[in-house]
């Protein structure tokens, strides 16, 4: 993750390491298309304890050349990326309906082959001297290609910290410093038995 915008994140793949546009492209796909289903479940559970309306959510993907590195000044820097692809995400973010992923065609040819996807229309965003075509993104294409995408990917576990009593600070520091390392190794000893 990049950082928080108001009550939006931003997030971005492909550096400091990169796997491939393609597989950059498809890692994004699959975290939208999981936090969209996450946030699903969590409203059906918010819905039975009272909370009608729930969290609405919606996303805008788009796959470009960025610059990336620390932009500001002695006193405050920021790892961040900037660039015409990310100004198109927020774009595509914003004219998503509530609880729809909306991605360019750019992206959608990069990842074609593993989802379903719906073209929308071509639309001239804010700032974009030409209409670019937009497409939803719905789902992987079968059960097949979500599990094929499994065997590719790390998902964490959920790591939650509570500052009940703030004197404590220093455990709980090093406590997120253990779990990184364990993270890491695991990481790195997962790599190493994809290798052939």
Not at 34 to 57: A, F, Q, Y
Request: glycine content about 6%; some cysteine.
């Amino acid at each position: 993750m990049d950082k928080f915008i108001g009550d939006a994140v931003l997030i971005f793949f492909g550096d400091p390491e990169t796997e491939g546009e393609q597989e950059d492209a498809l890692k994004c796909a699959e975290m939208a298309i999981r936090m969209m289903k996450r946030v699903g479940e969590l409203n059906k559970h918010w819905k039975k304890l009272g909370v009608v309306d729930g969290l609405k959510v919606r996303m805008g993907i788009s796959t470009g050349f960025c610059t990336v590195g620390n932009f500001g000044s002695d006193l405050r820097l920021d790892y961040t990326v900037l660039g015409s692809p990310v100004n198109l995400a927020a774009r595509l973010q914003t004219m998503a309906e509530h609880n729809t992923i909306f991605i360019d065609e750019y992206t959608k040819d990069l990842i074609n082959s593993h989802v379903n996807s719906k073209y929308i229309d071509d639309i001239t965003p804010k700032g974009f001297a030409r209409p670019i075509p937009v497409y939803r993104l719905k789902d992987f294409k079968s059960a097949e290609h979500r599990e094929s995408r499994k065997n590719l990917t790390h998902v964490g576990e959920r790591v939650e910290v509570s500052f009940i009593d703030s004197s404590n600070i220093h455990a709980a520091i090093e406590e997120l410093k253990r779990i990184q390392e364990k993270f890491e190794s695991d990481y790195i000893e997962m790599k190493v038995k994809k290798k052939p």
